[in-house]
Nanobody
Framework: QVQLVESGGGLVQAGGSLRISCAVS????????VGWFRQAPGKEREKAAT????????YYADSVKGRFTISRDNAKSTVYLQMNSLKPEDTAVYYC????????????WGQGTQVTVSS
């Protein structure tokens, strides 16, 4: 069984930085592409960033491009999202998800971590 556990969320002031992590267990981590998604209250879930299995290809939503960086450490089975220049509109529950089958859907999801950016 695949498990994803997010950590590192919290409260930060606008303009600040935060790094959230997602530990993946259950199968060889390098088999998965991984994505960070976020959902703010009353809004649809948004795909924020993704990274392919070996970390060579990344995707960023326009709303986070230039401010967020996704990375992965396959030796630690962990994916990170470094978030800089945070804005109040980045406030959301952030979820990591893993894709084993090659897309487009992500089969495995974590429970989410809350990120709150105060103005």
């Amino acid at each position: 069984q695949v498990q994803l556990v997010e950590s590192g969320g919290g409260l930060v002031q606008a303009g600040g930085s935060l790094r959230i992590s997602c530990a993946v267990s259950g199968r060889p981590f390098s088999n998965y592409a991984v994505g960070w998604f976020r959902q703010a209250p009353g809004k649809e879930r948004e795909k924020a960033a993704t990274i392919n299995r070996l970390g060579y290809t990344t995707y960023y939503a326009d709303s986070v491009k230039g401010r967020f960086t996704i990375s992965r450490d396959n030796a630690k089975s962990t994916v990170y999202l470094q978030m800089n220049s945070l804005k109040p509109e980045d406030t959301a529950v952030y979820y990591c998800a893993a894709d084993l089958a090659g897309g487009p859907e992500y089969e495995f999801w974590g429970q989410g971590t809350q990120v709150t950016v105060s103005s």
